[in-house]
């Protein structure tokens, strides 16, 4: 009979890693299950078809070998009440796997469980190119351009960051028609011949949420696999395997103009903070755009909503000329500037009609749209 002593921090801690990627609520009731399963170490999985995200430990003491489903949030809810001192053990019959025996200090449990036999493993994809890259790299790739990533169901080719190879590079792009952005990073060694893959959005979030515990951990380089039709990251005791979004993404290249005539470059948290401040009169969706001129030795910005009035601001930028004004979406603008580290953050426009470009950090470009004011 298989049977799992751990701590329960370490459970825990486990189980807070993949059951994000359990379906809460399913038509298929192995969906919102997690599979632990016992081997030399412990496995817990968890998946939703297209995700599936997997942590290991060996910091466990294991009789016995099998697997068996549990309720994913159930069994963390249960263990969030047991005492976090007290040692947990778990028991199940390897043939039947219907019940299953948790014991934490002075509670037992004796848990419905189901058959691993059922569980979907859809982990297992044939790569064709397998290389590592430095974690942080990975994390700069995609979270610098998940806000642009689109959330319109009609276009669900744009679901997601488009990884490919652009030059010496490691490209990562995301669009939601109305801005636009890139990220490079250093190409890393056995990458190069990689074709392009869309990620979906849900595994992104996986990805950064799952790294940046990682690095908490000491965690410094990543693994990837790509297929086909699949991704695979691997780093510490993490493995996530996700479905890449069966499409073509568009040719962004297109709409990414030529150096536009007149910039102005700022220090970002003044131009940030401008557009908070003028983004509190219009709000988020009935009205919010605004529009934003280049003055002499300033960019200037004007708000205005029917029911409340109007707001303008004046943020020093030496070196600015006039130039055209050009209307904006005060919330896209902002993210778009948050997306960014760097100090000093530039603006570049050509004209009242074409896209506004945003630069700073290193290897990073945002596109964004007119809006019509």
Request: hydrophobic share 45%; charged share 25%; with cysteine.
């Amino acid at each position: 009979m298989p049977e799992i002593r751990i701590e329960q921090p370490v459970l825990l801690a486990m189980l807070n890693r993949v059951v994000p990627v359990v379906s809460a609520r399913s038509t298929i009731p192995i969906l919102e299950t997690v599979r632990l399963r016992v081997d030399g170490r412990l496995e817990i999985s968890g998946t939703d078809l297209d995700n599936h995200v997997t942590a290991a430990t060996q910091n466990v003491e294991i009789g016995g070998a099998g697997a068996v489903c549990m309720p994913a949030r159930k069994l963390r809810e249960l263990l969030r009440a047991c005492d976090p001192v007290a040692r947990i053990t778990l028991q199940w019959d390897p043939d039947g796997a219907s019940v299953v025996e948790m014991t934490s200090g002075p509670i037992r449990y004796r848990l419905n469980g189901y058959s691993a036999a059922d569980y979907p493993d859809r982990s297992e994809f044939e790569a064709t190119h397998r290389f590592g890259m430095p974690a942080a790299d990975l994390r700069v790739l995609l979270s610098r351009v998940a806000f642009a990533m689109s959330e319109d169901d009609a276009r669900y080719y744009l679901h997601g960051a488009y990884l490919h190879i652009e030059g010496d590079h490691l490209r990562a792009v995301a669009t939601d028609g109305h801005r636009l952005c890139a990220q490079d990073v250093a190409l890393p060694e056995g990458a190069a011949g990689m074709a392009g893959g869309i990620v979906p959005r849900c595994a992104v979030g996986h990805v950064l949420r799952l790294l940046g515990g990682a690095a908490a951990r000491g965690v410094e380089t990543v693994d990837l696999a790509f297929g086909p039709k699949k991704v695979r990251f691997a780093f510490g005791d993490i493995e996530i395997v996700a479905k890449l979004i069966d499409g073509t993404f568009p040719d962004y290249r297109r709409v990414v103009p030529p150096p536009p005539p007149f910039s102005v470059t700022l220090p970002r948290r003044h131009i940030e903070a401008a557009l908070r401040r003028a983004g509190a009169l219009v709000g988020r969706f009935v009205s919010p755009h605004i529009k934003i001129s280049l003055v002499p030795d300033a960019i200037e910005i004007e708000a205005k909503s029917v029911d409340y009035g109007t707001a303008t601001e004046r943020v020093l930028a030496p070196g600015a000329v006039k130039a055209p004004q050009i209307g904006m979406n005060w919330r896209y603008l902002l993210e778009a500037v948050r997306a960014h580290q760097a100090e000093d953050i530039t603006l570049a426009i050509k004209d009242t009609g074409s896209p506004m470009l945003i630069t700073g950090d290193a290897g990073c470009l945002v596109v964004q749209m007119p809006a019509r004011v």
